[in-house]
């Protein structure tokens, strides 16, 4: 049991320590423990607070179980298999131990949102949160269960017959986002998670009293500036992977539209944050939506000059994010931003792109 612990359990949190170090770092750098409690009692109070805390869980979970399926159909792992040899009670308990493994993050925010129901007289509140426990170690273990009943086999079978088959779409725009989510998914992850908090924050502090959009201009930019990982991964997918779509007879403009329509796409998750708690109006959402997708456009466009590491663009991603909001806090309107970013990057675009074929 301790080598399959060590070899499964070790192995998640040694794979996914980046991930992690990010996202305490994003929640325990931006939050304060103020922030923290008004989180936990929200989850608490809320009608729906537990609902939506155990769909976070639940989303986990299910990561946790993708990783542990994918896992033990390596070759190394061949040895679980052998776990079949213990009764079905050994192994319902120690896939259970295994499963509260992977839980630690849950468990260890359970026992914060214990004390703070403690403190706030709210306890009958917080026992629910212990049923959803047991249900997330039961998908987990049932995950190690049928793993270890259905090793992998050599050739996938294919089907012939299906009901409702949809078609795989023949669209570069779907390629470029299913790349993304299905070879880039930790760091859509991070990127989404760290955009969502900066909103959050900032949507709250607008809240706190009378300002004008230039506050919001300045932090919802930097939430959607988050989003440069994964801006660099379709540069990377479009110069190392997808390397005969160059030579495409395809016109700049196309190409651009294309990008533009990409990161359009992927902007929508944390815009859509502002519909829920709407404290800016929807033409001021559409016009800081439009004011991170030209800054956005713009760090694409740039990564064309030069072909190096993220890091290496890090420096100038900062000076441009402080000339940017100079021009915010003088006045200067968000709409004639948006577009003379977005002409620059164009510019730049059919400057840099050498790839591309006009038409």
């Not at 630690?104 to 214990?114: E, K, L, V």
């Not at 709210?122 to 249900?135: D, E, K, M, S, V």
């Amino acid at each position: 049991m301790k080598v399959l612990f060590i070899a499964t359990v070790r192995e998640f949190y040694r794979q996914r320590a980046g991930m992690f170090f990010v996202l305490i770092a994003i929640l325990f750098g931006f939050l304060s423990g103020r922030e923290h409690k008004a989180f936990a009692s929200f989850f608490l109070t809320d009608r729906f607070g537990l609902v939506y805390l155990f769909a976070i869980w639940l989303m986990y979970t299910l990561f946790c179980g993708h990783f542990l399926l994918n896992l033990w159909r390596q070759a190394d792992y061949y040895f679980v298999f052998q776990s079949r040899l213990w009764s079905a009670r050994q192994r319902f308990g120690r896939f259970s131990l295994l499963a509260l493994g992977f839980l630690q993050p849950p468990i260890y925010y359970g026992i914060f949102m214990y004390f703070v129901a403690l403190q706030e007289g709210i306890l009958h509140r917080f026992w629910p949160a212990l049923f959803f426990y047991i249900f997330l170690t039961l998908i987990l273990a049932g995950c190690a269960e049928w793993r270890v009943h259905h090793p992998v086999l050599l050739v996938e079978k294919r089907q012939t017959t299906g009901f409702l088959k949809i078609p795989r779409p023949v669209s570069w725009i779907y390629w470029s986002i299913e790349f993304l989510f299905r070879e880039k998914g930790i760091t859509l992850l991070i990127c989404k998670t760290g955009a969502a908090l900066i909103f959050v924050g900032t949507l709250i502090y607008y809240s706190s009293d009378v300002y004008d959009i230039r506050l919001p201009a300045i932090g919802l930019s930097l939430g959607y500036l988050l989003n440069i990982g994964l801006s660099y991964e379709l540069f990377r997918w479009e110069r190392g992977v997808w390397l005969w779509s160059m030579s495409l007879p395809i016109s700049t403009m196309t190409r651009f539209l294309r990008l533009l329509t990409i990161h359009a796409i992927l902007l929508l998750p944390e815009t859509f944050m502002l519909l829920r708690d709407p404290v800016l109006s929807v033409w001021e959402g559409v016009q800081l939506y439009g004011l991170g997708l030209a800054v956005l456009m713009l760090f694409h466009t740039y990564l064309y000059s030069k072909n190096g590491l993220l890091e290496n663009y890090l420096q100038p991603v900062l000076w441009s994010f402080v000339g940017l909001t100079l021009l915010v806090l003088y006045k200067t309107p968000i709409l004639l931003l948006t577009l003379l970013s977005l002409l620059y990057a164009l510019f730049q675009y059919k400057k840099w792109h050498t790839g591309s074929v006009s038409s």
